[in-house]
């Protein structure tokens, strides 16, 4: 029979996974060893945490990055054709979401693998749902541009559209970037236009809040290197 892929979630920091993770993945890892990862580091670190008794010598791990060829991609999934069974890992949260994973998925399903995703923390999700924004219509938008000009006006057009379309507007940013969108939302947005901060999400310096861009200039918080989710919504 041919194996499946397994999208396996991670935590989205240093906290311990099996306080946000479901307990049924640590029985999926205890039965899988061979998987397609972001970072080999962090990856065996994830699956020794799950699983201390695991032999880490018995694991087959195959990188998915920038580096990455995308010709070797279909490759990885050979296995399934000898009936193993693989694992899918992002570096945080879900895989396939932000994350590179979303290209093994597409070929496995032109390969007619079986795929099954696992319950497991979304930033994207949780930021959403603890925003107050609106959960029936949003967009993810990934990084915003870096330049300045481009950026300012690519958040004009997120603005626009979150009130011609009704439609919450998600965005990240590399996290020591974060102090700097944060003020170039606040500069170029209407006074009233809300913006939700979630950062550290899941973690115990988890931090959530929804209040007007007038009201960020004056906020002194430092979101500096601490992962976070950007929300915008103009009514």
Known sequence: M??????????LGDGAPLEIIPISI???????DVYIVENEKSARKFIKTISSGKS??????????????????????????????????SDAGCPGIADPGAEVVKIAHKKNIKIIPLVGPSSILLAMMSSGMNG???????YLPIEKAERKSKIKQLEKRSFDENQ????????YRNNSI??????????????CVACDLTLPTEYIKTQTAKQWKYSKLDFHKRPAIFIIHKY
């Open 2 to 11: 041919t194996g499946k892929l397994y999208l396996i979630p991670t935590g």
């Open 168 to 175: 919450s507007q998600l965005f990240i940013e590399t996290p």
């Open 182 to 195: 944060l003020e170039d939302l606040h500069k170029t947005l209407s006074s009233d236009t809300k913006i």
């Open 56 to 89: 880490q010598s018995s694991l087959t791990l195959f990188s998915l990055n920038k580096f990455t060829d995308p010709m070797e991609i279909p490759s990885f999934l050979e296995e399934c054709y000898e009936g193993n069974n693989i694992g899918l890992l």
């Open 26 to 32: 640590k029985k999926i890892i205890e039965s899988i």
């Open 136 to 142: 029936q219509n949003f967009a993810f938008n990934g």
